[in-house]
Nanobody, 121 residues
Framework: QLQLAESGGGLAQAGTSLRLSCEVV????????MGWYRQAPGNQRELVAT???????NFADSVKGRFTIHRDDGKKTVYLEMNSLIPEDTAVYYC???????????????WGQGTQVTVSS
């Protein structure tokens, strides 16, 4: 069974920082793109940041300059460093990974269960 285990969410004051982690648990052949998405109440899920297997990154305009993303392939983990948090960052944050289970398998997307981030003003 393949799972994405997220951690690091919680309550933070505006202007402070949080770090989210997402570990891929289980056996697989290769992890390709990894990323973080978020969904605030009443809104659709939106991209926050992604990172390719080569380390190229992409960020939503709303978090550029405040958030960073990096990955540790040895630990099968992707991290989201969130700095200068603002109340608008409040949402459930989801990790996603594009994974090939076996050498000859097609790539599939796997999602974590989500972790709540609440930023108070």
């Amino acid at each position: 069974q393949l799972q994405l285990a997220e951690s690091g969410g919680g309550l933070a004051q505006a202007g402070t920082s949080l770090r989210l982690s997402c570990e891929v648990v289980g056996n697989m052949f290769r992890i390709n793109d990894m990323g973080w998405y978020r969904q605030a109440p009443g809104n659709q899920r939106e991209l926050v940041a992604t990172i390719t297997s080569a380390g190229s990154t992409n960020f939503a305009d709303s978090v550029k300059g405040r958030f960073t993303i990096h990955r540790d392939d040895g630990k099968k983990t992707v991290y989201l460093e969130m700095n200068s948090l603002i109340p608008e960052d409040t949402a459930v944050y989801y990790c996603k990974a594009a994974i090939r289970r076996h050498r000859f398998a097609a790539e599939s997307d796997y999602w974590g269960q989500g972790t709540q981030v609440t930023v108070s003003s």
